[in-house]
C-alpha cells in the first residue's frame, strides 16, 4: 500500500472518529436542551393551572375545572391533566372516566414522559393537586430530524475531509515519492541530485541532505577512481621512463663521438642535430613522467609573485615573439610577498604560456598574464585569443595523458593540477572555442608558512 493511501486512510479515520464524536455530542446537547424545555413548559402550566383553578376548586365548579383541564391537555407537548384533591382523587380530568379514581397507582407517567405535580395551596396549606404529565413524543421527532441533519453534515464534512486527505497526501508524499526515486537511482550508479525545496520543514531538510549525500558520495567515489587511476599511471610511467631513459644517454654520448669523429661533416652535423633534438624532447617527456610519480611536498619559500611573472617573462618573450605572438602582461602592485615552491609555480605558469603559444599556432597572437589581490588569495589569469577548447574536452583536461595535439603528452596540465592543489590553490579553465582560452591560478596568500 502506498504512504499517499496510508496517510489518507489515518487521516480520514480520525477526521471520521472527531466529526462522530462532535455530531453524538450535538445531539446528547440539543436532546438534553429540548427535554429541559419540556420540564419547564410542564411547571409553568402546573403552576399557572394550580393559581387558576383554586376558586373552582373550593366551589366545586366541575364545569370550570374541565375547562382548565382540557385547555391544557390541548397542548400538543400534554398527554395528561388532572385535578386531585389532597387525597389524590381525581376531581377531574380531560378524561372523565377516571373521575373519582385515586391516582396513586398512575402517577407514574408513560416510559420516557415526564409528570409534574404541583399543590393547590390555600393559606400556605395543600389542599388538592394539579398533576401534568408531558410527552416527548414531539422531541423524538424534532431529535429525529436533528440526527438525520447532523448525520448527513457529518457525511458531508468526512467526504470533504477524505478530499483534502488525498491532497494533502499527495502534497506530501510527492517529494518523498521524489527522494524514493532518485535513492533508486542512486542505487544503480546514478549520482543525480533532486529539486531543491524551498521549504524549511522535515522534507526540506530530508532533500538537502540528500543533496548533499549525493555530491559527497560522488565526490569520493571520483577522488578514489582518480587516486586509482593515479596510482595505475604513476606505476605504468615510472616504468616506462625508467626503461626509456636508460639508452638515452649512451644515444647522446654517440651523437658527440660521431661528431668528433666527422669535423665539418654537414651531413653528419644535420642528422646529428636531428638526433640529439629528438632525444632532448624524449627527455623532457621522461622528465614530465617523472615529475608526475615523484610529487613529494613543495619546498616553500617567501617570495613576489610579481617577481616571478617578470623572470618568466624574461625566460619565454623571445620564443613566443619567434612564434609571431606577443606577451602582455598587467601586475597588481599592491600583492604582498607569501609563502610559494617558485620552481613549481614556474613551471605551472610556463606550461600555460607554452599551452598559449600552442593554441595560437603563429597566428599573431596575444597572451595577457594578469595577477589581482583578491581577499584571502592571490589570482593569476592567463589568457589567449587562440583556437579555444571544444567544450565536450573541458571536462577532461585534468585527466592524465589526455591531449587534443598530436604532439602533447597530456601530462603537462595535469601535473600543473597537482602542483596547484598541494598549494592549496585551485585551477580554473574557461574557454570559447575557435575564439580564446583562459586559465586562473588562485593561490592562498600566506604571511607565514608552517609545516
Not at 22 to 45: A, H, P
Not at 181 to 197: C, T
Not at 209 to 220: C, D, E, Q, V
Not at 346 to 361: D, R, T
Request: glycine share 6%.
Amino acid at each position: 500500500m502506498k504512504l499517499s493511501v496510508k496517510f489518507s486512510l489515518v487521516i480520514s479515520s480520525l477526521l471520521f472518529v472527531t466529526i462522530s464524536l462532535m455530531v453524538s455530542i450535538n445531539i446528547g446537547q440539543n436532546s438534553d436542551f429540548l427535554k429541559d424545555e419540556i420540564r419547564k413548559k410542564g411547571e409553568t402550566l402546573a403552576h399557572t393551572a394550580a393559581i387558576a383553578s383554586l376558586d373552582p376548586f373550593l366551589r366545586n365548579d366541575y364545569a370550570a375545572l374541565r375547562r382548565y383541564c382540557i385547555s391544557i391537555a390541548s397542548d400538543e407537548d400534554v398527554n395528561t391533566a388532572a385535578i386531585l384533591d389532597n387525597y389524590y382523587i381525581v376531581k377531574m380530568n380531560n378524561d372523565i372516566i377516571t373521575l373519582g379514581e385515586s391516582w396513586d397507582n398512575k402517577l407514574n407517567p408513560l416510559i420516557g414522559n415526564y409528570s409534574v405535580l404541583t399543590p393547590i395551596k390555600l393559606a400556605a396549606k395543600n389542599i388538592g393537586y394539579v398533576y401534568i404529565e408531558m410527552t416527548v413524543a414531539n422531541i423524538r421527532d424534532e431529535l429525529e430530524i436533528l440526527i438525520l441533519k447532523n448525520v448527513l453534515l457529518g457525511s458531508v464534512f468526512t467526504i470533504i475531509g477524505i478530499i483534502l486527505a488525498l491532497i494533502m497526501a499527495g502534497r506530501i508524499t510527492i517529494p518523498l515519492n521524489t527522494l524514493t526515486k532518485f535513492a533508486s537511482s542512486v542505487s544503480r550508479g546514478q549520482f543525480e541530485s533532486i529539486p531543491e525545496y524551498s521549504s524549511s520543514d522535515e522534507v526540506g531538510i530530508l532533500s538537502n541532505a540528500f543533496n548533499l549525500m549525493i555530491s559527497n558520495l560522488k565526490n569520493y567515489i571520483d577522488s578514489r577512481t582518480r587516486n586509482e587511476r593515479l596510482t595505475m599511471a604513476g606505476r605504468l610511467s615510472s616504468v616506462i621512463a625508467h626503461e626509456i631513459r636508460n639508452p638515452l644517454e649512451p644515444i647522446k654520448g654517440a651523437v658527440t663521438m660521431l661528431r668528433l669523429k666527422n669535423p665539418g661533416n654537414q651531413w653528419v652535423e644535420k642528422y646529428s642535430n636531428i638526433i640529439e633534438a629528438e632525444v632532448n624532447e624524449l627527455s623532457g617527456f621522461i622528465g614530465n613522467l617523472l615529475d608526475f610519480t615523484k610529487q613529494g611536498e613543495p619546498d616553500f619559500q617567501k617570495l613576489s609573485i610579481n617577481m616571478l611573472i617578470f623572470d618568466i617573462r624574461d625566460l619565454t618573450i623571445e620564443y613566443i615573439k619567434q612564434q609571431n605572438n606577443n606577451l602582455v602582461i598587467s601586475l597588481d602592485e599592491k600583492i604582498p610577498e607569501s609563502y610559494f615552491n617558485p620552481r613549481q609555480i614556474k613551471q605551472i605558469i610556463m606550461n600555460l604560456i607554452m599551452n598559449s603559444v600552442h593554441a595560437m599556432e603563429s597566428k599573431n597572437g596575444v597572451i595577457e598574464i594578469t595577477t589581482q589581490l583578491m581577499e584571502d588569495s592571490i589570482e593569476i589569469s592567463i589568457k589567449d585569443n587562440g583556437s579555444g577548447i571544444e567544450a565536450k574536452n573541458l571536462k577532461h583536461l585534468s585527466e592524465p595523458y589526455f591531449t587534443s595535439r598530436k604532439e602533447g603528452t597530456g601530462l603537462g596540465l595535469f601535473i600543473s593540477q597537482l602542483l596547484i592543489e598541494k598549494h592549496g590553490g585551485s585551477l580554473q579553465i574557461e574557454s570559447s572555442h575557435t575564439n580564446w582560452t583562459l586559465a586562473i591560478i588562485k593561490l592562498p596568500l600566506r604571511s607565514q608558512y608552517n609545516k
